[in-house]
């Protein structure tokens, strides 16, 4: 984490990404970032291009600095308050790289004492290990994050750039079962395992099941918040977005670049098709196609 950075600086920083600058960057130093209440001089403020209130927002920040979009005017009030308009056209996204590249402290590297790594383990270099871990026989890439309490099973392979969050559990066996004539029932063998792509993170208290005879696949870019579960045989294709304690049953996949809202529950053997929206709480009993936005209990589509 970087204090006193220049305003120049994160402007280099973003660079084509900004569309224009209203007023001088230099000489204004910028150490931290903060909620709009407690806001001041050398605060980066930003605004998102969801509210309605910009311009007042904008006039009345205590920031000499904001990113905005260009439905912010550069009035005489901003003007006579000296302050910095950087216009962008996407001023979430810019503030969260910023955060990243100058306000985020950086991982630490190097197995906690008390975590406990299968010798035969595949274990990639400046990788994280927290305390009361337990890796199997297993992979994980270069650059990876892994939180105390986490219990990574055998034949899972994680990539690299990946976080995984306290409790997470990778690996545990499925419940996919079958009835004797009788009714007791018979547990499927899990022999698969997980495959986790590149730029992933598993958030707090989430499982992950291996496959059965195959594998769970999270693939790269993947993003899976906390206390979610995923089950057997899943496949996530690329740069998912999943959050809060969402539950995918046997056999879901779920196509690239979709999103998944909290508390849903999907049925197993269903197919989500790329770029998909699906609200929060909604009970997902069908296959849904590309692009499409569903909500509700059965989920159904949103009609354009």
């Not at 008390?114 to 035969?120: C, E, G, H, R, W």
């Not at 199997?136 to 990574?152: A, L, P, V």
């Not at 079958?178 to 499982?207: M, T, W, Y």
Request: charged share 20%; aromatic share 6%; with cysteine.
């Amino acid at each position: 984490m970087q204090n006193n950075i220049p305003l120049q600086k994160i402007k280099d920083f973003l660079g084509t990404s900004i569309k224009f600058i209203h007023g001088n960057p230099k000489g204004l130093v910028i150490n931290k970032l903060s909620d709009p209440h407690n806001a001041d001089e050398f605060t980066l403020d930003w605004i998102s291009s969801q509210r309605k209130d910009k311009q007042r927002i904008a006039e009345q920040s205590k920031a000499k600095a904001l990113i905005v979009n260009n439905e912010v005017i550069y009035s005489e009030s901003i003007k006579n308050q000296g302050k910095v308009l950087i216009i962008v056209d996407n001023p979430k996204l810019c503030i969260m790289k910023i955060a990243e590249e100058f306000f985020v402290n950086k991982s630490k590297f190097g197995v906690h004492t008390s975590a406990i790594i299968d010798p035969t383990s595949k274990i990639g270099e400046n990788v994280y290990i927290g305390p009361n871990t337990v890796i199997g026989k297993s992979t994980i890439g270069d650059n990876t994050h892994i939180e105390g309490n986490c219990f990574i099973y055998d034949n899972i392979r994680i990539g690299v750039n990946c976080i995984i969050q306290a409790g997470a559990v990778i690996g545990t066996d499925g419940l996919g079962c079958s009835r004797e004539v009788d009714g007791s029932l018979i547990k499927f063998p899990h022999l698969g395992g997980v495959i986790i792509g590149d730029n992933v993170e598993i958030g707090a208290n989430c499982q992950i099941a291996k496959g059965t005879l195959g594998n769970t696949i999270i693939s790269d870019g993947c993003k899976i918040n906390g206390m979610c579960f995923i089950a057997h045989n899943c496949i996530l294709q690329k740069n998912v977005w999943i959050t809060g304690s969402t539950m995918l049953s046997g056999s879901v996949s779920v196509g690239k670049n979709s999103t998944i809202f909290s508390n849903v529950v999907v049925r197993e053997q269903i197919k989500i098709g790329e770029s998909v929206t699906i609200g929060m709480g909604s009970v997902v009993t069908k296959h849904i196609p590309t692009g499409e936005t569903w909500i509700g209990n059965p989920a159904k589509p949103i009609k354009k």
